[in-house]
């Protein structure tokens, strides 16, 4: 017990000394309230610049963001035509363009899929050596490990 004590000791002069100003890792550190005198600001050449007369048209016609998005990214890529087979095989050409606005409408439809998804999707979470599915039966409980 003695010795945790010395120990205890020894070791918190030794985290305390870390704080003081004098002693074996004594260092020059900068003095923070020295300041520093900062360089002029340079006036920009003038480069002839009008402002814009009231009613004249823009000279972009792109917005804001427009312009955001295209200094950020680029534009639009070129699809591969990797990317084109796949889409064709999808039938991207087929697709209607606005489904994504009716999926969630409250008048869309939806198909029941039966109890086996509904019983996939709301079956506990595990390394799934239980799982089964069966159709037309009622899922049992399955034991837990």
């Not at 920009?44 to 427009?66: F, I, N």
């Not at 312009?67 to 990797?82: D, E, Y």
Request: proline letters at 11%.
């Amino acid at each position: 017990m003695r010795k945790f004590l010395i120990a205890g000791a020894m070791g918190s002069a030794l985290l305390l000394s870390a704080c003081g100003s004098t002693g074996l890792f004594n260092r020059q550190s900068p003095d923070e309230y020295a300041v520093t005198r900062a360089a002029p600001l340079v006036v920009p050449p003038d480069y002839a610049l009008t402002p814009p007369t009231p009613g004249t048209p823009q000279s972009t016609s792109e917005s804001a963001a427009e312009q955001t998005l295209q200094a950020l990214f680029g534009g639009p890529a070129p699809r591969s035509p990797t990317e084109i087979s796949m889409l064709i095989a999808a039938g991207a050409a087929r697709s209607e363009a606005g489904i994504r606005s009716s999926v969630g409408d409250p008048q869309t439809f939806v198909v029941n899929k039966g109890t086996v998804t509904r019983d996939i999707l709301v079956a506990p979470a595990g390394a799934g050596q239980y799982a089964q599915a069966t159709a037309g039966q009622p899922a049992a409980a399955s034991p837990t490990p």
